[in-house]
């Protein structure tokens, strides 16, 4: 099955400190997802990427978070300052067709202390 | 935007019945309909979806069946194992026409199966 590389596993970082999550979507995909799971509750939308550009985004998504695809396979969440709700468990996701299905990273656990 | 409820929160069944999932949106315009399977610790993974042109779908112990006019879909899993016991989600994707439309996920179903 295709692989969805997320780094790192997991990241421990103070409140106010920005954190970048990095992904690595499979070769021949191209929309690109980010999604969040605060523990215990649903997956929930953040932002979708296609063409170097944000195709969509959810309310979730303020001026604290963007994203960017800095060298034509990375794909990058960046937390400008970070706050203790942002603790979560965060996935990228990759189709190679807007509805299609989506194959999930095995994630990042952000913790905010 | 989209509202999508799931039902119930916690099914327990023997192993060896049949588990039924249940999902109602609220957009019409939604055109694909995705079931995840999520282990504890896990990414979410795929295990049926359905389109919004077919009424049902079946992969060996896996259906999903999908009703437009009244905006609900379904997972049926026949002869459960213990394996089967997880959180499923279901999940839409509406049609904006931006492009990348994102998944609006249910609150999902703790599914346990009692040997």
């Known amino acids: 099955e295709p692989e969805v590389t997320q780094t790192p596993s997991h990241q421990v970082t103070q409140m106010g400190q920005e954190v970048i999550l990095r992904c690595v979507p499979i070769?021949?995909?191209?929309?690109f997802y980010w999604y969040r799971q605060i523990l215990g509750q649903k997956v929930e939308f953040l932002v979708s990427?296609?063409?170097?550009?944000?195709?969509?985004k959810s309310e979730i998504f303020d001026d604290q978070f963007s994203v960017e695809r800095p060298d034509g396979s990375n794909f990058t969440l960046k937390i400008r300052s970070t706050k203790l709700e942002d603790s979560a468990m965060y996935f990228c996701?990759?189709?190679?067709?807007?509805?299609?299905?989506?194959?999930f990273g095995q994630g990042t656990r952000l913790t905010v202390v | 935007g989209e509202n999508v409820e799931q039902h119930p929160s916690t099914l327990s069944v023997q192993e060896g019945d049949s588990a039924v999932i249940k999902c109602t949106y609220s957009?019409?315009?939604?055109?694909?309909f995705p079931w995840y399977k999520q282990e504890l610790g896990k990414r979410p993974q795929l295990i049926i979806d359905?389109?919004?042109?077919?009424g049902e779908k079946k992969d060996q112990r896996i259906a999903v069946t999908l009703n437009k006019t009244a905006k609900h879909f379904s997972l049926h899993i026949t002869e459960t194992q213990p394996e089967d016991s997880a959180v499923y989600f279901c999940?839409?994707?509406?049609?904006?026409?931006?492009?990348?439309?994102?998944?609006?996920f249910g609150k999902g179903t703790h599914l346990i199966i009692q040997p």
């Open positions: 359905i389109r919004s042109n077919v």
């Open positions: 070769s021949n995909h191209l929309y």
């Open positions: 990427f296609y063409n170097n550009e944000i195709s969509e």
């Open positions: 999940a839409v994707r509406g049609y904006s026409g931006g492009g990348a439309d994102g998944l609006t």
């Open positions: 957009d019409s315009a939604s055109n694909y």
């Open positions: 996701a990759a189709s190679n067709y807007p509805g299609t299905e989506a194959f």
